[in-house]
Structure formats: C-alpha cells, structure tokens
C-alpha cells in the first residue's frame, strides 16, 4: 500500500451535511469539458510527480447487458482508437503510456463501459470511483501537485487508503498459474476425450469460448490474451433431452447454448 492516498473530486468538503453528504448542485456526471480537463490534468501532474510514464491495466471490465450508469452507452466501451490491437489490448498487465491512461480516465469519468484500474506497482495508482470521485496514491507526497490540483478549481482530502485497492472476495483462494503442466493435463484431457470448451476471460464479463480439439489446441494457447482467466468446461451435449435431464431438482444450472453457422 502506497503512502499518500488523496481523494480529488469537484465537491467542496464544506457543502457537507451533518450526515456526511453532499448538499450541493454539481452534477455527479461529467461535464465533458472543463472540469473533467481539470481532473485529467490532474492526474498528469500526480503522475509527473511521482516519476511515473507508464501504467499498467489490472481488474479490467466492461459493461455488460445491464448497466445502471447515469450516461448512455458508447460503441466500443470508450476503448476506441486505444490500442493498436483493438480492444483485446485492454488486458489485465498490458502497460500503456501516459497519454492512454489519460484517455481510460476520461472513459471512466464519462461511464462508458470500461473500468479498470491503473498502477505503477510501488509508486502510483489511479482509481476511479461513483460519482466523479477520484482517488490517487503515490509513494511521494506530491505536494506541489495538491497546490495545482487546488488552483484548477477541484479539492484534495488526505486518505489512509483507496476505497478502490485490490482485495479478493477470498483471501485464502489461490489460483492456479496455466503453465506447462496446465497445458499438459489439458492436453491428456483433450485426447482422452476428443473435444472440450476452454473459456477465456480477458476482462469482466468478457470472454471468448474456444472448443478444443488435439488439432487446434496448440493454435488455441498461442492466441491467448495475456494474463487472461481460463477456465475449463466439458464439451456441449448434443442430446437436448439428455442435456435437460442433468439439470438440478432445486437451485440454478449452467446452461451454454452454442449455433454453429454454415
């Protein structure tokens, strides 16, 4: 954890109530144009301060079919134009320049789909939080950067922590690396059984399914997004009732229903 964690929103901590809530008129969607520069310039300066040039993309998501957010939903998560490779760049670990870490910021301030956060491991953080709150760590007290945060119209507090700082749902689960004895057990399981699904999770809810077979499944691997989450399903029954029939009595079932175009 890193040692000074600031909050910087357009909310003046005086216009709080008793109660700890804001009793202002700004909106908690950004403006798009003044203030959300402010934040992004902002940022830039913390960064600077901190010695940092690069960020790297960890816990990546995008929007799924429900989305509560207040604006609405853009082609292309905000990622457009992002990375060279498209949107299969925005991966867990991927390390983008300053100016792009500015653009997933701008995207995030907007709620257009994706989220992430951005980190220079053991020097600084950007997490974006609800409504137009942004929270920056960094391992030096950047002080001559809260002066300038404070004179572009946006206001500081101190933190002892981002409310946004990684924390798995279980700190006792482990999991396991796919390396080679992964790809050699997946391999046996393949042969031995002709056909079975890997599902690959590049970011949250976002993956790509691929059925594996003893002829693509060296093809399959090389095509991996880095750092993506695989996981490994037996292959589809084709026999709708026999398929119907291994459902549960009670509680929910997971069911994949796959059409193969011709």
């Not at 037996?234 to 994949?256: I, K, M, N, W, Y």
Request: net charge negative.
């Amino acid at each position: 954890m890193l040692p000074y964690v600031y909050q910087v929103a357009k909310y003046d901590p005086a216009d709080r109530d008793q109660h700890g809530h804001h009793a202002c008129t700004e909106d908690t969607t950004s403006d798009h144009g003044p203030v959300e520069t402010a934040y992004l310039q902002a940022v830039a300066a913390f960064a600077e301060d901190s010695g940092v040039d690069q960020l790297a993309i960890r816990e990546p998501q995008l929007g799924g079919f429900a989305r509560f957010g207040l604006e609405p939903p853009v082609d292309g998560y905000g990622l457009a134009g992002l990375f060279p490779a498209g949107p299969a760049g925005f991966h867990d670990g991927a390390l983008v320049p300053i100016d792009v870490g500015l653009e997933l910021v701008r995207a995030m301030l907007r709620d257009n789909g994706a989220w992430c956060r951005l980190e220079a491991e053991g020097e600084f953080t950007v997490h974006v939080g609800w409504d137009q709150y942004l929270y920056l760590s960094s391992s030096r007290p950047c002080e001559a950067t809260l002066t300038r945060t404070r004179a572009l119209g946006l206001f500081t507090q101190r933190l002892d922590a981002s409310p946004y700082d990684f924390a798995p749902e279980d700190p006792a689960y482990v999991q396991r690396p796919a390396d080679a004895g992964f790809w050699t057990r997946l391999g046996w399981t393949v042969s031995a059984h002709r056909a079975t699904f890997l599902e690959e999770t590049f970011a949250l809810n976002a993956s790509r399914w691929h059925r594996l077979s003893r002829d693509n499944i060296k093809t399959v691997r090389s095509r991996l997004t880095p750092r993506a989450q695989l996981s490994v399903w037996p292959d589809l029954l084709t026999d709708v009732d026999t398929a119907v029939a291994a459902l549960p009595d009670e509680g929910l079932g997971p069911v994949r229903w796959v059409v193969r175009a011709v």
